[in-house]
């Protein structure tokens, strides 16, 4: 059998007299220190809670275009660097939103866009007319290449147009030059001049407007103005 010798009184109340002195100490230290760091804390809480509030993507147009060339810059660096690691992400997303908030007073074109859960969509369906619209109009185009005997009446026509916005102008000028047999030489307000390959003769703003620009604009009114 062994004996437990007990423990002196003496050393447990010095040890317990330690571990107090050790605590008032530290509580000594940590007061101040809460004194002096809580209202920073609390002050920049306050100040991203007041900054969360201000966030209005849907009436403020300079937070829209940050927010807009943000994630699509952060999109194309993601699909450049070709890898998901968390340092590219992070990297990414501050270069990203560096670039947008320098950039930002210089896109006021992303104002115009008609920013909805279904715009996508819209996006794909205009994309699937203007590809359409692109085979059709290169098959047509070789075939008259191909074939000089193919009467042909080239003339300038002019198109009407129910966009407002130049981004919206210009979207629609350019799936019109982009489609062979057809070229956009100038935009006067709300009508695009056009150059057409062959135009029936005696052909009329209306008419023009539904054969070379109806198909498109219909679109392209879904996502901007």
Known sequence: MTNTEPVPETDTSAKLSKFKDLGHQAHRVIKPLQSQVMPQ???????LNEQYRKIDLKHEPKQRRFFVATVTL??????????????EIGVGL???????????????FTDHIKFSPT??????RYLHVFFVALVRANIDMARRVLSP???????????????????G??????????????????????????????STPGEDLESATH??????????REFLE
Not at 41 to 47: D, E, I, K, N, T
Not at 169 to 198: C, F, Y
Not at 211 to 220: D, G, K, M, N, V
């Open 74 to 87: 952060f999109i194309v660096w993601m699909l450049l660097v070709g890898t998901l690691t968390w340092s």
């Open 149 to 167: 005997r193919l009467p042909i009446n080239p003339v300038l026509v002019e198109v009407e147009t129910q966009l407002h916005s130049s981004l």
């Open 119 to 124: 715009m996508p969509l819209h996006i794909l």
């Open 41 to 47: 804390v609390r002050r920049f809480s306050h100040a």
């Open 94 to 108: 501050m270069v990203a939103a560096l670039t947008a908030w320098l950039s930002s007073n210089h896109l006021a």
């Open 211 to 220: 054969a070379i620009a109806e198909s498109f604009e219909r679109h392209l």
């Open 169 to 198: 102008k210009l979207m629609l000028a350019n799936s019109i030059t982009l489609t062979p047999g057809t070229l956009t030489i100038d935009v006067v307000e709300n009508r695009l001049q056009v150059h057409w390959v062959d």
